[in-house]
C-alpha cells in the first residue's frame, strides 16, 4: 500500500526535527540506522512526486536521498577487548559516629 504525499512528508520532517532536537547543543551526526531511515523516506517522497508529474521536486529529492546512501553498512558493532585499570585494594573504614563525653554537638 502506498502512502501519501502528506503522510511520508510529516515522516521526513518530523525525523529531521528529532535529529535536529537530539544533536542541538553538541557536534553528533545520524546513526547509519537513520541514514537508511532517511534515504527510504525521501526515496518514497521522490517516487510518489514522480508520479504525479513533478519532476523537478522528484529530482531534488530523489538528489537528498542518494545523500544518505550508505551502501558501506558494516553492520552492528562488534566485541572487544578493553583494558581497565587495576582495581584499588579494599580500604575498610568505620565510619559511624560516637556519642562519647568530648561530644560537644551544639
Known amino acids: ?60 529529492l530523489e538528489l537528498k536521498a542518494r545523500e544518505h546512501y550508505r551502501p558501506d553498512n558494516p553492520g552492528p558493532p562488534y566485541a572487544a577487548a578493553m583494558a581497565m585499570p587495576r582495581p584499588t585494594r579494599f580500604i575498610r573504614t568505620t565510619a559511624i559516629s560516637g556519642s562519647g563525653p568530648d561530644d560537644d554537638a551544639a
Open 1 to 60: 500500500m502506498a502512502q501519501s504525499g502528506w503522510s511520508l512528508s510529516l515522516d521526513v520532517w518530523s525525523a529531521r526535527f528529532l535529529a535536529w532536537a537530539a544533536s542541538w547543543g553538541r557536534d553528533a551526526e545520524l546513526t547509519p540506522e537513520a541514514h537508511a531511515y532517511f534515504y527510504d523516506r525521501y526515496s518514497r517522497l521522490a517516487a510518489h512526486h514522480r508520479v504525479r508529474g513533478r519532476l523537478r521536486r522528484a529530482a531534488r
